[in-house]
């Protein structure tokens, strides 16, 4: 099924450069992440998440590999961010993120395309990051007119995208209970507290008595 857009929302020079401050560096991943997540938020028809309810990304990248940048460029546009728990990783070493939208359960997830990837992957600015060079000590001549291709190109040649009805969704409440650990004296969310003899411990201070063997 053919998707379309009511708006398509473009990446502003503002927004770029405000995520590429967050991320700490100019790389074509990011506007890739910034692409795909306005796509996303544009075919669910939703706006950037205010809080932990409203939206939720699962993006599907790997761990110590080539642009997982991407994922940065998802956080900024998308408000799903590691402070809100609304984003998780569910790492497939793929450059993919699934939006959802908890309140009608709809979802879409936007890959980006192979060919897309492997033309990106051919270019100066990857040549010389597989030499070790760090994105910041790139010329911005190499990596400035591929960030600008990525803001610009038409996303039906970048993108695939995939739209789900009735995505499943686990409605968690936020958790307001905490209790002090009494070895270590700290807060800990009441979740995550043990509770022994009728006190309450912390993980580590549970788990340093078991070792002492103090049970
Ligand atoms: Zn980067
Ligand atoms: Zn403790």
Sequence with gaps: MAV??????????????????????????????????????????????????????????????????????????????????????????????????????????????????MMCLDMPFFEQRKKGIPPYEIDPKDVDPLIQDVISHDWHDMFDVTTFENYPVQKASESFDAVQCVDCKEMVVSNYAVALNGEFLCKTCFSTRVHRKEL
């Design 4 to 117: 379309q857009l009511q708006h398509e929302t473009h990446v502003s020079e503002e927004e770029l450069k405000a995520a590429q401050y967050f991320h700490g560096h100019k790389c074509p991943a990011v506007p890739q992440g910034l692409r795909a997540a306005h796509l996303a938020m544009d075919i669910l028809g939703v706006n950037r998440a205010r809080s932990g309810g409203e939206l939720k990304a699962i993006v599907e990248l790997g761990e110590h590999h080539f642009s997982g940048c991407f994922a940065d460029g998802i956080q900024f546009a998308t408000g799903c961010t590691f402070g809100k728990g609304n984003i998780v990783k569910n790492p497939l070493g793929k450059f993919a993120v699934t939006l959802v939208d908890p309140r009608t359960r709809r979802a879409v997830r936007v890959a980006v395309k192979y060919d897309r990837m």
